[in-house]
T-cell receptor
Framework: DSGVTQTPKHLITATGQRVTLRCSPRSGDLSVYWYQQSLDQGLQFLIQYYNGEERAKGNILERFSAQQFPDLHSELNLSSLELGDSALYFC??????????????FGQGTRLTVV | AQTVTQSQPEMSVQEAETVTLSCTYDTSESDYYLFWYKQPPSRQMILVIRQEAYKQQNATENRFSVNFQKAAKSFSLKISDSQLGDAAMYFCAYKNDYGGATNKLIFGTGTLLAVQP
């Protein structure tokens, strides 16, 4: 158990819908990262939050957004869903922002299926 | 832009034997970290081993060791005495210091390792 909790584990929804994925980081971790794992794109970094503020953006679509709340949990919002958004979405957390010597701990992922 | 390449989509090894998974990367940075992550069927991403680029000594964690060739930008993972539980997808990943802005990981496409009894 990494200590990072993602809910729900599975999600099936229709095209055009909107969903929210939730992540609770390890206790004390200030940084949250979202990754998308799809068959054709592999594992890709989407976005990072640190202590409530957005710190870095990767290959995140405009239809996707995220936020980190005062209690440090994070939500990834996916809207106007398309079939191609079907993927495994991972959340990871780490303690320190400015140090390379940190390990990112991954949650078990949310499997999103768009039908 | 940094890239990570894993040229072996699938590998197979006999139980108790040794297998080496390959990874190459491209970067112009001098300070960075490299990782191997394991993803079993449970989907959990598990850190196997990591290597700091400034360290010449290859990292070792029990049956797992790496061969880090900085000049060649190569970072292979050796699994000794392979066990059935080692069967998984293995991802090579890279991380460098963006001046503190982020610690995002850049992943390779993965190598699916099968362990034959």
């Amino acid at each position: 158990d990494s200590g990072v909790t993602q809910t729900p584990k599975h999600l099936i929804t229709a095209t055009g819908q909107r969903v929210t994925l939730r992540c609770s980081p390890r206790s004390g971790d200030l940084s949250v990262y979202w990754y998308q794992q799809s068959l054709d794109q592999g594992l890709q970094f989407l976005i990072q939050y640190y202590n409530g503020e957005e710190r870095a953006k990767g290959n995140i679509l405009e239809r996707f957004s995220a936020q980190q709340f005062p209690d440090l949990h994070s939500e990834l919002n996916l809207s106007s869903l398309e079939l191609g958004d079907s993927a495994l979405y991972f959340c990871a957390s780490s303690a320190l922002l400015d140090s390379l010597n940190t390990e990112a701990f991954f949650g078990q992922g949310t499997r999103l299926t768009v039908v | 832009a940094q890239t990570v390449t894993q040229s072996q989509p699938e590998m197979s090894v006999q139980e108790a034997e040794t297998v080496t998974l390959s990874c190459t990367y491209d970067t112009s940075e001098s300070d960075y970290y490299l990782f191997w992550y394991k993803q079993p069927p449970s989907r959990q991403m598990i850190l196997v081993i990591r290597q700091e680029a400034y360290k010449q000594q290859n990292a070792t964690e029990n049956r797992f060791s790496v061969n880090f060739q900085k000049a060649a930008k190569s970072f292979s993972l050796k699994i000794s005495d392979s066990q059935l539980g080692d069967a998984a997808m293995y991802f090579c990943a890279y991380k460098n210091d963006y001046g503190g802005a982020t610690n995002k990981l850049i992943f390779g496409t993965g190598t699916l390792l099968a362990v034959q009894p």
